[in-house]
Nanobody, 122 residues
Framework: EVQLVESGGGLVQAGGSLRLSCAAS????????IGWFRQAPGKEREGISC????????LYVDSVKGRFTISRDNAKKTSYLQMSNLEPEDTAVYYC???????????????WGQGTQVTVSS
């Protein structure tokens, strides 16, 4: 049974911070890169960050670079997305996903969580 479960979403004011968690089970967590994606209503799913298997290499899309930090704790089989200085444009459903390697395309990711809603008010 493969599972990725996101948590930590909610309502925050603009300028605030939120930390999302992605808890994995049912597969060898440290064999996979972990990506974070988001999807706002009426928009396509957007890849925003990825962390490689060891955690030594991270990638960010320009819109979140400097504000979001991805991390992982392989012993806990969990990835985290620390979001700071949030903006209303960050409002979306956030997903974590697992892939053999970091990739831009969502099609490279074999396993997906159900998503957690993040709403940023102005």
């Amino acid at each position: 049974e493969v599972q990725l479960v996101e948590s930590g979403g909610g309502l925050v004011q603009a300028g605030g911070s939120l930390r999302l968690s992605c808890a994995a089970s049912g597969f060898t967590f440290d064999d996979y890169a972990i990506g974070w994606f988001r999807q706002a209503p009426g928009k396509e799913r957007e890849g925003i960050s990825c962390i490689r298997r060891s955690g030594r290499s991270t990638l960010y899309v320009d819109s979140v670079k400097g504000r979001f930090t991805i991390s992982r704790d392989n012993a806990k089989k969990t990835s985290y997305l620390q979001m700071s200085n949030l903006e209303p444009e960050d409002t979306a459903v956030y997903y974590c996903a697992a892939s053999a390697w970091c990739a831009v395309s969502s099609t490279a990711y074999a396993y997906w969580g159900q998503g957690t809603q993040v709403t940023v008010s102005s």
